[in-house]
């Protein structure tokens, strides 16, 4: 049985010539066809004639998914594909092939469509017993051949040398499909492949993509250099060491890797807009114009070009153009509808969602969803878009997920239930979905529902227990979250991790005595630990407010707020703000207004939060911790004077607040009252010296400004 990944596997050739501009050789290879009997064999013959052409002077071969998917697209359009895929890559051939046979017997099959002619010619390339780098090296020539490709002798070499890189049967089944640019998360396949084909650059560069991806930096680093040690004219494996450098932070050695690349094929896509990448201004324009030039159907290089540009029109013209010639990019259409909002026009991002929603190329259940990331006044719109991508698409996870979405943030857990629970039932071991039903159901208060769901898609080690005990907090069911941590705190009373979410726990029930002694421990054990300062702090500043005593909220009100500072504790402060915004809505106590002030500053709303504060203010006349916040706010918006009357009082009220006597003094500076800021900071030092570090420049700043 053929294996139905992808079709037919297509080669485009196309010349593109520009007046005084080198002429490139484009050429599109898909993976091969095979049976399921060799795995990834064929696709990683493909990639291996990929990435050993890429070797040649100005000639690129795109990932070979992406011309895969698109002649895969064209068919389930009802598109002639050839055609369609010619006139996609402005190509003037296809070509295709067919991997027969097992082991020592498998032979390949190659298939040349001249444009405009649609006549095929094949050529049967026989088994060389125990070689697959001797039928890529044929395949190469005869690619070579057909097309007339015009190689020096170096570019000759160079292309033999990459073939001879193909590893053995293990490691081509481990590179294949990521080599191909296909989803997979085989790290650990790769690490072994690595170890097994240690001379590999091949392997040892994919490996190295791939630890890079996962944020396992150094190791990648290290085996990228391994990879171009390995062979040092191997163009691939110089990209990736840019690209793990680059991810680094040193971007000086990232250029060089780019640039090496360069060196040996100046028309390599993806180094050159990886050059771009570190690059700014003309340079990077330069660069990413003549990527276009090679790889024509590069999204990445026109959301670069947009970045570029100084205007967000302008940057949408850009963005639209590509998005005309590559018409199933998603991040290309994220990016129009991104940057039509920033332009303040969500009915013009809801005109072009359904619009290329409607054109056959562009259409996916992942396109469709991007409707969820729609602004909530457009909500009734965005879900009819979903609607009709269920309708084309049924039973799809991504827009399940997308219509919950939108409405979680209409605030409508039923709906949110409704959805994912007949979802679950399909793809009862997808993990994201899993824990979104159950923290719906939480929400709902069926809390047995939501520990039963969770834990059918999540181990109960100890994280997975502390991440249930964190879905019942984020749910506003923090009775719950204690059933799950009071055993967990009585077994392991020294786990920082633990005391933390014990300490939230019992804070968001009232005993803040024991909450705060939690925390203490828990920094005590791990000063650095973040959730455990953010949770110490949000809950110092209820006590300064109102005491021991906790909100009496409705339901409503009450979900929404334990989830803003669930958020505001893991550092989300827009989520944060988003969700004691709903709070605010269905109460008004002054703690939840109070909260929505605090994470609107947080999350970089200033105007909006020194209105809520005021409001706050109202009800907190003498509350130092509003006025220092309200006092910061007003210096962050250059209401200096309004500043220091503010903090002034704060600084009365509670002479013994560091944070006070820092604001007050980053207001008298602003002033150019040097001196009494001066006077301030000695004061910060003096109640908290570690905070000394923080006001050291700032003291020089103000010390040079005094006279002698």
Partial sequence: MRSSILPLIVVALCWLATAGAQTYQRIVILPFESNQAIGNTGIGLSAALQRSLNNVDFVYVPPVADAGLFFQRAVAAGYDPIPTTLDAFQAEALVGGEVSGVGSGTSLTITFVAAGTGEPR????????????????????????????????????????????????????????PSARLPTSNLQELEAAAELDSDSSWVLSEYARALSTVGRTSQAVAASE???????????????????????????????AFEHALTLNPGHALALAGLASIQD??????????????????????????????????????LRRGAELIPDSVPLHRAILETTLKLGDPMGAIAYLTEVTSHPLSTSPSLYSLAASLPQEVAPEALDIIQKGKVRYPGSLILGLAEADLHRKAGDVAAVEGVLRPL??????????????????AKLGKVSEAAATYSSVVAMSLTGQLNLAGLFLEAGRPEAALVVLEPLQSELPADA??????????????RLADALEAFDAALARSPGFELASRAQTLLLQQQELVGRSIPNLNAEAAVAFQQGLYYLERGN??????????????????????????????????????VAYQRVLERFPESETVLNNLGFTQVQLGLFEEGVSTLERAVALRPESAQAHLNLGLAYFRLERYREALDQWDET????????????????????KTSP
Wanted: no cysteine; aromatic share 6%.
């Fill in 122 to 177: 094949r050529f049967r390339i026989p088994p060389a017993p125990g070689e697959l780098a001797q039928l890529a090296s044929v395949a190469a020539r005869v690619v070579v051949t057909e097309l007339n490709l015009n190689m020096s002798r170096t570019d000759q070499q160079e292309v033999q040398r990459a073939i001879e890189q193909i590893p053995s049967s293990p490691g081509l089944n481990a590179v294949a499909l």
């Fill in 226 to 256: 391994r990879a171009v040690t390995a062979l040092p004219t191997d163009v691939e494996a110089w990209v990736v060491r840019g690209a793990v450098l680059a991810r680094t932070g040193d971007l000086t050695e990232a250029a060089k």
């Fill in 281 to 318: 201004g003309d340079r990077a324009k330069e660069l990413l114009e003549e990527a276009l030039l090679a790889y024509p159907r590069m999204s990445e290089a026109y959301i670069g070009l947009a970045r570029i540009e100084k205007s967000d029109q302008r940057s949408l013209n850009v």
């Fill in 497 to 510: 991790e633990v005391l933390t979410y014990y300490g939230i726990a019992l804070g968001r029930t009232g």
């Fill in 685 to 704: 030092v003096r109640i908290d010296p570690s905070l000394e570090s923080t006001v050291d420049e700032l003291r020089r700043a103000a010390a040079g």
């Fill in 573 to 610: 402060q827009a989520a944060a703000a988003t969700a004691l915004e709903h709070a605010v809505a269905f109460s008004d106590d002054p703690v939840v207004a109070f909260y929505q002030a605090y994470a609107l500053q947080l999350s970089g709303k200033p105007s909006e939060a020194l």
């Fill in 424 to 441: 679950f039932e399909a793809y009862p071991q997808d993990v994201r979905l899993g824990t979104e039903l159950a923290l719906a159901q």
